[in-house]
């Protein structure tokens, strides 16, 4: 019995890709998303990879410096461990491999498709949003007939409405980059969501990234965004002018066509509450539970951190690590004021 644990950099894309291969996975797991995100935060990023008899369990994270220790985070996206089948033993393999690597903690997604809970130990799961899925394997006829009365009657000149919308990615890009951030300062939206440049441009530019916009007198009033694996579509951004607002129906049903005739099972909405829950719901997308796991691999180091800014070490309910709690607070401060 052979049991394999390193970590694939980002210097290595293919051996990233190959042992993405065969595993169910999102596009949070791909080379692509996480060199994109490391052009933002500039962490040391890997693919974790596991393998025991023929068991393949991937996933990504990304290491984190405070003072002299570190933690581990996910890169931004839905990523999570995810593989090709299941390891009875894999928590307590996984808890030695991040002993040996001297990590403090670990604040890592599960995937919400493809993840599985027995790669966790239950009492570190903590859900925190609901996501909303579209299954894209009925006919289109199909999705179209489970939409809500008022949906239909938005979609019901489709040839009409799609015939006029933007799909230069060039234009879209142009559009996207100039109006992204001050876009995200007015939603309010965390400091997660301020992405650089670099990372943008980089993602705009895959092949499995696909931009969609929609027009008023020529101009580009709102632009969104998906990617894609094989095994599941994302819409992962939108972004629109006062104007533009009443277009995201449209343009996510464009999604939904496109992501389709790509033979592509499902698409992720995203999560969100209120009347943005309302919004992906009325798409006839499923709810489902989107969570994380919370785990503290050497606690007294960890005690001693919360202790210096008195975070409390003991509840984990709330923001995590908590001893970074301080300082997200005062990124998220800089960012909205610019």
């Known amino acids: ?81 995810v593989g090709n089948g299941n390891c009875s033993e894999f928590s307590r393999y996984w808890k030695e491999f991040v002993m040996e690597r001297k990590y403090v903690c670990g604040y890592l997604g599960i995937n919400p498709i493809y993840g599985d809970s027995i790669y966790y130990d239950k009492d570190e799961i903590y859900q925190y949003d609901t996501i909303y899925v579209l299954d894209l394997t009925p006919t289109i006829e199909g999705l179209y007939a ?34 992204y951030i001050d876009f995200m300062r007015k939603k309010d939206a965390s400091a997660f969501y301020f992405l650089s440049k670099e990372t943008l441009a980089f993602l705009l530019d895959l092949d499995n990234i696909m931009l969609v916009g929609a027009q008023i007198s020529g101009q580009i009033v709102a632009v969104s965004v998906f990617n894609y694996t094989p095994d599941m579509g994302e819409y992962m951004f939108s972004i629109s002018l006062p ?37 992906k719901r009325r798409f006839g997308s499923k709810e489902l539970p989107l969570r994380c796991s919370k785990q503290i691999y050497r606690p007294e180091i960890y005690e001693t951190l919360c202790r210096q800014i008195n975070a409390d070490p003991i509840d984990k309910t709330g923001f995590f690590p908590a001893y970074r709690k301080t300082e997200f607070e005062l990124q998220n401060e800089k960012v909205r004021l610019g």
Not at 158 to 178: G, H, N, P, T, Y
Not at 251 to 259: D, E, K, Q
Not at 264 to 274: C, E, R, W
């Open 243 to 279: 104007e533009g607002r009443n277009q995201s129906t449209a343009l996510v049903w464009y999604g939904v066509n496109h992501l389709k005739s790509l033979l592509i099972p499902a698409i992720n909405l995203g999560g969100g509450g209120g009347g943005t829950a309302d919004f």
């Open 1 to 81: 019995m052979t049991i394999k644990q390193n970590c694939i950099p980002l210097e290595s894309p293919k051996e990233w890709r190959d042992a993405l291969n065969g595993i169910k996975h999102t596009f949070g797991h791909t080379w692509e998303n996480c060199y994109a995100m490391h052009l933002t935060t500039g962490l040391n990023t890997y693919l974790y990879y596991f393998e025991k008899d023929n068991v393949r369990i991937v996933c990504p994270i990304s290491e984190r410096k405070h003072g002299q220790y570190v933690d581990i985070v996910k890169p931004f996206g839905f990523s999570g461990f």
């Open 146 to 179: 489970n939409l809500p009365k008022n949906r239909k009657w938005m979609l019901k000149k489709w040839a009409d409405i799609s015939s006029r919308f933007v799909l230069e990615k060039s234009v879209l890009k142009d559009f996207f980059l100039e109006t």
